[in-house]
Nanobody, 118 residues
């Protein structure tokens, strides 16, 4: 069993910053991609940012230049630094990872709430 545990969400004013962390634990042989998605009320879940094991990143257009994804492979942890936050960034943020345990599979965290007030 592999688990992802997120932390770092909360309430922040527009223009502020937050840093999300997500640590993978359990029977892990390898992790390929790690990333963050978000889901706002009444909307579909959308990809925010992703990073592969080599450090290549991709971002949603809506967060380019404001969010930075990074990872610490030794700690099986992925981070999302969110700067210049806007009210439209308000959502539940979910960590995900493509993990090899006894097979390759996608694993999701439980989600952490990010609320940006105007």
């Amino acid at each position: 069993q592999v688990q992802l545990v997120e932390s770092g969400g909360g309430l922040v004013q527009a223009g502020g910053s937050l840093r999300l962390s997500c640590a993978a634990s359990g029977s892990i042989f390898s992790i390929n991609r790690m990333g963050w998605s978000r889901q706002a009320p009444g909307k579909q879940r959308e990809l925010v940012a992703q990073i592969n094991s080599g450090g290549t990143t991709n971002y949603a257009d809506s967060v380019k230049g404001r969010f930075t994804i990074s990872r610490d492979n030794a700690k099986n942890t992925v981070y999302l630094q969110m700067d210049s936050l806007k009210p439209e960034d308000t959502a539940v943020y979910y960590c995900n990872a493509y993990v090899r345990s006894n097979r390759w599979d996608w694993v999701w965290g439980q989600g952490t709430q990010v609320t940006v007030s105007s």
